[in-house]
């Protein structure tokens, strides 16, 4: 049987060019501090080696940990994994922040934690000590949790808040919740519908509250009234619940929106039940494009929201300040987009 190569590490490249290991930390790192010559006889060992620096001998130099973190929902995210209903939100936060991560010579993590829990701030303190991250993205809801917000802020370390806009330290960024709400409503008012119901995600999420004044303002600009809103926790149970209500009105609506795929797959389900046909009785807008939205019947008109984008930007900032950059400033948006697919039309006369 073959023997395994034995893997190439910091020792053998300071053994090689005949330096210490912290002199190939900071050549690695690329310190100020190192002279020409010296990073030029430790750079020929490396490439000579063909040695790959790890996180470890990137730690060394002391001063950086090459860790970003990010944290998620926990409940709502295994709750996703174990109904085998998929994370798109996840997918996409990987995409884009392990990619960019990657191009500095840094590595992303992913660690959940319950924003409800009676012990979040020991949780999170101890996740802090375990991997020492240089920077943390904060996702809805943690993102505007204070408890959170203020234990970063308390032990220094730089963050960034997707989804919220609440004043305080940390960079901000967003997806433009209201415009594409406004934008998933004026398509279907395009489309000649009168009577647009909305479906809302829960009020802890900051984002949910944009939506809603998107739809508001963009039926206020036709003068139409925006009564037909229902509110539900992102998931299939909720939306059913919120779309049998919205059908179930006085004068229902022609067209509805729903603030996640799975309240839209519910919404779906509703329509049908109750012997209507999408989009010939009802046209219907999802705010999630996650691959399912392309293989329903028919296909979901929705929101496209930059997810992997927005974890890259976060990323870059995060980044930048460990090199002294700010680490706080204007909000960042990156704004979502409209796909429009089979499942809205105009209202039946």
Known sequence: MARRRQRVT??????????????????????PNVRAEMAERVQASIDRLGYVPS????????????LIVALNDRQRTIED???RQ???????????????????????IVELVDTHSDHI????????????????????PHSHNPLITGLLAEQHICFARVGSLVEGPGFRLTMDDQHAAVLATEHLLELGHRRVGFIAGPSDYELSGWRIQGWRSAMAGKGLAADLLAVGDFGYDSGLAAA???????????AIIASSEQMAIATLDAIR???????????????DDTPIMRFTHPPLTAVVQPIAEVTARAVELLIAAQGGGDREGAPVVVPARLTVRESTAAPRR
């Open 273 to 287: 039940a109750r012997g209507l046909e999408v989009p010939g009785d009802m046209s219907l807008v999802s705010f």
């Open 244 to 254: 049998e209500r919205l059908l179930a009105s006085a004068d229902p609506p022609t």
């Open 86 to 108: 998929g994370t798109d939100w996840v997918d996409q936060m990987l995409l884009g922040g392990m990619l960019t991560c990657a191009e500095h010579g840094y590595r992303m």
């Open 10 to 31: 910091i020792k053998h490249v300071a053994a090689d060019a005949g330096v210490s290991l912290q002199t190939v930390s900071r050549v690695i790192n690329k310190e």
């Open 121 to 140: 701030e020991r949780e999170l303190s101890a996740a802090l000590a375990a991997l020492q991250p240089d920077g943390v993205i904060l996702t809805p």
């Open 55 to 66: 996180i470890a001998a990137q730690r060394m130099g002391g001063s950086r940990s090459y």
């Open 81 to 83: 994994w174990r109904n």
